[in-house]
């Protein structure tokens, strides 16, 4: 049996899994959308959205990168996995308790400036996120680098389907105010947290306290590199929110989110095969161990996403005004001009995924740093006299941007070329046998969901 067959085995069955729980969340996120955008209307939304990203700025601001370092030692031999645990539950304490402290002076010193119409008490809720998402960030990086995608999974979903009972639940409670969805964020990510060190903890067997100076010093010199790309890559997505907030107002941020949230979420369709993919090439030595593996990844993700896509574009005039209300009809233009960014953004990810895990965390950066750069000035170029189509032209050109700087390097370490972007009909017959195997697995299922409900005893 070839590398390349032994290779897709259990990487297909862990996308499957991976996907199907991206499928979950991901309509758990609209959902949870949809309700709070009903509930609160454009500009609570709005409002909402400023303080929600402004914890999760912070969070993602200040990771170091040790996350992905988290997972790229954790799938190498030579670092006691007790002790890994330690150190991640050492790391979320002194980066959350730094996280608290900028938040605090940002808030005390800038907050009418960065956030007009925002209140301080909502940012401080927002602020309370931070150590919760430090905690889950890096024991969910853990479980990926044991190669426990199943678990790994279920933490996700868990915070994904927590967050959409608490929003409804505390929005109906608390009467459409804000201050709701952030409670909802709170509890849920508490919550998906202590789940996830339950899970690390029981796997490991245990933990180990005391920093390992050698160790942290190989993390630093890993996730470092990847911090400059990671900051960059949550501001290439998200600076628009803000100057979109700066620039206009709340309301219009709400429009946005409405449009960037669907088009993110059919994107990250993607996301299952990027997560595996990086947690599978941290354990390999060389791009040769998967030089025609990564290319029909690369080749499946972008045929699924642009077919999702081209789907929800066509049905977007009625679904967003079906779904949000007509209150956000006009989210739609900016929707369709953000599908081809969307579309180059999964093939990044799956690019991305590749580059970090062999180790080369500079292109990375680099790739993000095109993005962040092309989204930065067109957006302040085009946001004044454009509004919201403006931004959704920068971010989508941005995301072009960055698939081809990183295709380009990819191509170039793996020593592959462009055509590997064209379909193979080798593809066509792997997706013939994925669909023929889904398919008995589901009437199997089926037929044993019948039988149980024969058997059952009745009343």
Same mark, same amino acid.
């Given at each position: 049996?070839s590398?390349?067959?032994?290779?897709?085995?259990?990487?297909?069955?862990?996308v499957?899994?991976?996907?199907?729980?991206?499928?979950?969340?991901?309509?758990?996120? +609209?959902?949870?959308s949809i309700?709070?955008?009903?509930?609160l209307?454009?500009? $609570?939304?709005?409002v909402?959205?400023?303080?929600?990203?402004?914890?999760? *700025?912070?969070?993602?601001?200040?990771?170091?990168?040790?996350?992905?370092?988290t @997972?790229?030692?954790?799938? /190498?031999?030579?670092?006691s996995?007790?002790r890994i645990?330690?150190?991640?539950? +050492?790391?979320?304490?002194?980066?959350?308790?730094?996280?608290?402290?900028?938040?605090l002076?940002? +808030? /005390?010193?800038? =907050?009418?400036?960065l956030?007009p119409?925002?209140?301080?008490?909502?940012?401080l809720?927002?602020?309370? @996120?931070?150590?919760?998402?430090?905690?889950? %960030?890096l024991?969910?990086h853990?479980?990926?680098?044991?190669?426990?995608?199943?678990?790994?999974?279920l933490?996700?979903l868990i915070? !994904?389907?927590?967050?959409?009972?608490?929003?409804?639940?505390?929005?109906?409670?608390? $009467?459409? =105010? =804000?201050?709701a969805?952030?409670?909802?964020e709170?509890v849920?990510?508490?919550?998906?947290?202590?789940?996830?060190?339950?899970?690390?903890?029981?796997?490991?067997?245990?933990?180990?306290?005391?920093?390992?100076?050698?160790?942290?010093?190989?993390?630093?010199?890993?996730?470092?590199?990847?911090?400059?790309?990671?900051?960059?890559?949550f501001?290439?997505?998200?600076?628009?929110?803000?100057?979109?907030?700066g620039?206009?107002?709340?309301?219009?941020?709400g429009?946005?989110?409405?449009s960037?949230?669907?088009?993110?979420?059919?994107?990250?369709?993607?996301?299952?095969?990027a997560?595996?993919?990086?947690s599978?090439?941290? !354990?390999?030595?060389?791009?040769?161990?998967?030089?025609g593996? $990564?290319?029909?990844?690369?080749?499946?993700?972008?045929?699924?996403?642009?077919?999702?896509?081209?789907?929800?574009? $066509?049905?977007s005039?009625?679904?967003?005004?079906?779904?949000?209300?007509?209150?956000f @009809?006009? #989210?739609?233009?900016?929707?369709?001009?953000?599908?081809?960014?969307?579309?180059?953004? !999964?093939?990044?990810?799956?690019?991305?995924?590749?580059?970090?895990?062999?180790? /080369?965390?500079?292109?990375?950066?680099?790739?993000?740093?095109? *993005?962040?750069?092309?989204? &930065?000035?067109?957006?302040?170029?085009?946001?004044p006299?454009? %509004?919201?189509?403006?931004? *959704?032209?920068?971010? #989508?050109?941005?995301?072009?941007?960055?698939?081809?700087?990183a295709?380009?390097a990819?191509c170039r370490?793996?020593?592959?070329?462009?055509t590997?972007l064209?379909?193979?009909?080798?593809?066509?017959?792997?997706?013939g046998? &994925?669909?023929?195997?889904?398919?008995?697995?589901?009437?199997?299922?089926?037929?044993? *969901?019948?039988?149980?409900?024969?058997?059952?005893?009745?009343?």
């Amino acid at each position: 049996m070839s590398e390349l067959s032994r290779m897709r085995r259990p990487f297909v069955a862990d996308v499957v899994t991976t996907s199907i729980t991206n499928a979950a969340m991901m309509a758990a996120g +609209i959902v949870t959308s949809i309700v709070v955008a009903r509930l609160l209307g454009p500009e $609570g939304k709005g409002v909402y959205t400023v303080a929600s990203y402004f914890g999760t *700025a912070l969070a993602y601001n200040l990771t170091l990168g040790l996350a992905q370092a988290t @997972t790229f030692y954790s799938a /190498k031999e030579g670092y006691s996995h007790r002790r890994i645990l330690g150190h991640v539950l +050492i790391y979320a304490a002194m980066l959350g308790a730094l996280a608290t402290f900028v938040g605090l002076a940002i +808030i /005390k010193w800038l =907050s009418g400036m960065l956030f007009p119409g925002v209140s301080s008490a909502l940012l401080l809720l927002g602020l309370l @996120t931070v150590v919760p998402r430090f905690l889950f %960030g890096l024991l969910t990086h853990e479980l990926l680098g044991l190669q426990d995608v199943g678990h790994y999974n279920l933490a996700q979903l868990i915070r !994904a389907l927590g967050l959409l009972a608490l929003v409804t639940v505390f929005l109906l409670l608390l $009467g459409g =105010s =804000s201050f709701a969805p952030l409670m909802a964020e709170l509890v849920s990510l508490c919550a998906a947290a202590a789940v996830a060190l339950f899970l690390v903890y029981r796997r490991v067997g245990g933990t180990s306290w005391g920093l390992d100076l050698s160790f942290v010093t190989s993390s630093l010199r890993y996730g470092l590199p990847l911090y400059l790309g990671n900051v960059l890559v949550f501001w290439h997505s998200r600076i628009a929110i803000f100057l979109i907030g700066g620039f206009l107002n709340p309301t219009m941020v709400g429009l946005y989110t409405v449009s960037l949230g669907m088009a993110q979420r059919v994107s990250s369709l993607s996301e299952g095969a990027a997560t595996v993919l990086f947690s599978r090439t941290s !354990a390999q030595a060389s791009f040769a161990e998967s030089r025609g593996f $990564g290319p029909l990844v690369l080749r499946t993700v972008l045929l699924m996403v642009t077919g999702a896509l081209a789907i929800v574009a $066509g049905v977007s005039p009625w679904l967003i005004p079906f779904l949000y209300s007509e209150a956000f @009809t006009d #989210s739609i233009v900016p929707f369709r001009i953000l599908l081809p960014g969307a579309v180059a953004l !999964a093939g990044w990810n799956v690019l991305d995924s590749q580059l970090k895990g062999l180790g /080369k965390t500079g292109w990375s950066a680099v790739t993000a740093t095109a *993005a962040v750069i092309t989204n &930065l000035g067109l957006s302040i170029l085009w946001i004044p006299p454009y %509004g919201l189509v403006g931004a *959704a032209y920068a971010s #989508s050109l941005s995301g072009v941007v960055a698939f081809l700087v990183a295709f380009a390097a990819y191509c170039r370490l793996s020593h592959n070329d462009w055509t590997i972007l064209l379909p193979h009909r080798s593809d066509f017959t792997m997706y013939g046998r &994925l669909v023929t195997r889904s398919a008995i697995g589901l009437s199997r299922i089926l037929r044993q *969901a019948s039988r149980m409900a024969g058997s059952s005893p009745t009343s």
